[in-house]
Nanobody
Framework: QVQLAESGGGSVQAGGSLRLSCAAS????????MGWFRQAPGKEREGVAV???????SYADSVKDRFTISRVNANTTLYLQMNNLKPEDTAMYYC???????????????????WGQGTQVTVSS
């Protein structure tokens, strides 16, 4: 069982920045892919950024060049640095962990096994 706890959400104006953190109960370095998803009211949960077991990253087109996913190697913390935030980035953000020693993860809910409770990000214009 993997427990995940997000923090760092809040309210910012458009153009501002936030850094989300995700504390995991186990080390995920080289063992699991990790991801950030978000869900706005009335919308489906969507994949924002994924980091594979050995460090390859990928992003949704809507956040490319603005968001950066990273982790502390041999540690249990995942980050999402969000710059130049836009009102459409407003959502609940969730940290997620893939299967242990699983394969490549796509930004799909079905590729992830564990979820945090979420942290709210609100961007005003």
């Amino acid at each position: 069982q993997v427990q995940l706890a997000e923090s760092g959400g809040g309210s910012v104006q458009a153009g501002g920045s936030l850094r989300l953190s995700c504390a995991a109960s186990v080390s995920f370095y080289s063992t699991r892919c990790m991801g950030w998803f978000r869900q706005a009211p009335g919308k489906e949960r969507e994949g924002v950024a994924v980091i594979q077991r050995f460090g390859t990253t990928s992003y949704a087109d809507s956040v490319k060049d603005r968001f950066t996913i990273s982790r502390v190697n041999a540690n249990t913390t995942l980050y999402l640095q969000m710059n130049n935030l836009k009102p459409e980035d407003t959502a609940m953000y969730y940290c997620s962990a893939g299967r242990r020693f699983g394969g490549v993860c796509l930004p799909l809910r079905s590729d992830f096994e564990y979820w945090g409770q979420g942290t709210q990000v609100t961007v005003s214009s």
